[in-house]
């Protein structure tokens, strides 16, 4: 057993981001750039970034206004969230996610 102990509560949806985010030449990990907005009541936030997660681009998520503590009190934040992946992997991630909101307007 650990002499110290692991305080990992409210941290779950970052477990090992840092670790999975990808490193510049210098060793720092790369730049967050935003990706997109996505809705939160539907879920639609939770797909989207397990989906890019399946294809090894990390995902940061940030509720904006009072949205963290929405998403702590009812399990949803109605502002929805904001979504950023590293700076290198923006690219692959903006055509992962082409066409995946276009069927919302039928």
């Known amino acids: 057993m650990s002499d110290k102990l692991a305080i990992e ?7 090992g981001l840092l670790a ?3 490193k510049n030449e210098n060793g720092r990990p790369d730049a967050p750039i935003f990706l997109c ?8 936030d939770e797909l989207l970034v ?20 929405g998403r702590v009190v009812l399990g949803i934040s109605g502002w929805g969230a904001n979504i950023y992946v590293p700076e290198s992997l923006y690219e692959d991630a903006k055509e992962l996610i082409k066409g995946v909101n ?3 307007e039928l």
Do not use: Q, V
């Not at 907005?37 to 639609?44: Q, R, T, V, Y």
């Not at 090894?56 to 940030?62: D, E, M, Q, S, T």
């Open 9 to 15: 509560w409210g941290r779950a949806e970052y477990a």
């Open 20 to 22: 999975r985010w990808p």
């Open 37 to 44: 907005a996505e809705k939160n009541l539907d879920m639609s």
């Open 50 to 69: 397990n989906m890019l997660e399946a294809f090894h681009i990390p995902c940061l998520r940030i509720y904006p206004g009072d949205g963290s503590f």
């Open 102 to 104: 276009e069927d919302e």
